[in-house]
């Protein structure tokens, strides 16, 4: 499964390519969000790119997702994209290094974009406490290393599609047709690639694993 990214720039090649004597790169850092408003948040973020004129520091925004195929009850198959990290957005950043310390620091201007962005709760990172009273210090983001980027995004690229199916191990069910037909019984294993599963159904007094299609029952 290949992931479209933002101006077409892979995120695996980008993350060895910083020139270790710049004293400007580009990190990926990630960033917790609002549930479910993912889409949301890398849509909007986009968007004040180029109206806050901030694409030279912020350059890709991206919802890392992998396939899941869907298998309903009638047996129909359904693909969606699955978020790897649900709850977070992945986002490239210019950073620059500190004349004062030998460490990389995010661009303030596109921290301050991210960071006010709506349904943005706050960068992954070290909180830095404060010197003095009473309250929690800011999240100091600090950037994914560049084995981090690449085992995060090779998944994305290379994983086969999952198969779901919308029944589990304990689930009660009835069966709908077949020769077991208005028996109830248990789910006991469920093989999602081959579309059927193994129930515990109750014949002649004693309960029996049976095989059966993901159509022929329900919960």
């Known amino acids: 499964m290949v992931s479209e990214f933002t ?3 892979n995120p695996i090649e980008e993350a060895n390519e910083n020139d ?7 990190f990926w850092y990630a960033v917790q969000v609002a549930s479910g408003c993912e889409k949301k948040v890398k849509s909007t973020i986009e968007q004040r790119l180029y109206t806050l ?3 030279d520091r912020i350059f890709q925004v991206e919802i890392p997702q992998t396939p899941i195929i869907r298998i309903k009850k009638d047996g129909s198959r359904q693909t969606v994209e699955e978020k790897v990290f649900p709850g977070y957005v992945l ?15 995010i661009d303030d201007e596109a921290w301050q974009v ?14 830095q406490r404060r010197a003095s009273g009473r309250g929690r210090g800011h999240v100091k983001p600090l950037p994914l290393s560049p084995s981090e980027v690449n085992r995060i995004f090779r998944k994305v690229q290379e994983q086969e599609p999952i198969h779901k199916i919308d029944l589990v191990s304990g689930d009660k069910i009835k069966v709908l047709s077949g020769p077991f037909k208005d028996f109830e019984g248990e789910v006991i294993e469920v ?12 014949i002649f007094g ?14």
């Open 191 to 202: 093989s999602a690639e081959r579309n059927k599963l193994k129930a515990l159904l109750s």
């Open 20 to 26: 270790a004597t710049a004293s400007v790169k580009s």
């Open 7 to 9: 101006d077409q720039i």
């Open 114 to 127: 991210i960071k006010n962005t709506p349904n943005v709760i706050n960068f992954v990172g070290a909180e």
């Open 53 to 55: 004129d901030v694409a």
């Open 91 to 105: 986002i490239r950043v210019r950073a620059q290094q500190s004349p004062e310390k030998s460490e990389w620091e």
């Open 206 to 219: 004693r309960d029996t694993p049976v095989e059966l299609e993901v159509n022929q029952v329900e919960k």
